[in-house]
């Protein structure tokens, strides 16, 4: 029994299988830093840079959004102005136009009455020269039959 509790003894020194497992560590980690390390940190360099790459995109893209979001509400109000100024002038146009035919047909009904009461006038002269002539003449008549005699006409 001593001899075997002779060789289950602790050694502290390294044997030759020590080295030859670094070696095989060594290796298996330069392995693995050039098949496995550097590729999938590469990945993920790229990947971080695309995503930030990407929100600058995004964030640039929302500032022309706004800044055109902006500039188009600027432009339909005033577009609403512009419409609102030519419905004015339109209606003031419109207006101004109703009180012209207003005027133009005032002045063609006073025309009018002018026109009617000139007639009317001229008609009334022609009616008051007739019927002083039939008085004259029905006046003549009745003094023939008065006195009996033919009366010559008188000035």
């Known amino acids: 029994m001593l001899l075997l509790l002779a060789s289950t003894e602790i050694r502290l020194m390294p044997d030759k299988t020590m080295f030859v497992q670094l070696a095989i560590f060594i290796v298996v980690a330069i392995a693995l830093n050039y098949l496995v390390f550097k590729p999938v940190l590469k990945i993920l360099n790229l990947r971080h ?6 929100r600058a995109k995004i964030e640039d893209l929302t ?17 609403k102005i512009e419409a609102l100024q030519m419905k004015e002038a339109i209606r003031r ?5 109703g ?13 009018q009455i002018e026109k009617i009461k000139s007639e009317i006038a001229f008609e009334g002269k022609k009616a008051t020269a007739s019927l002083e ?3 004259k003449n029905l006046s003549r008549e009745l003094a023939q039959k008065v006195l009996g005699r033919t009366i010559d006409k008188m000035h």
């Open 49 to 54: 840079a695309k995503t930030k790459g990407d």
């Open 63 to 79: 500032v022309k959004t706004d800044a055109l979001i902006k500039e188009y509400e600027t432009k339909i109000k005033q577009a």
């Open 93 to 97: 146009e419109g207006e101004a136009q």
């Open 99 to 111: 009180q012209k035919i207003v005027h133009e047909s005032k002045q063609a009904a006073l025309t």
């Open 133 to 135: 002539e039939q008085a």
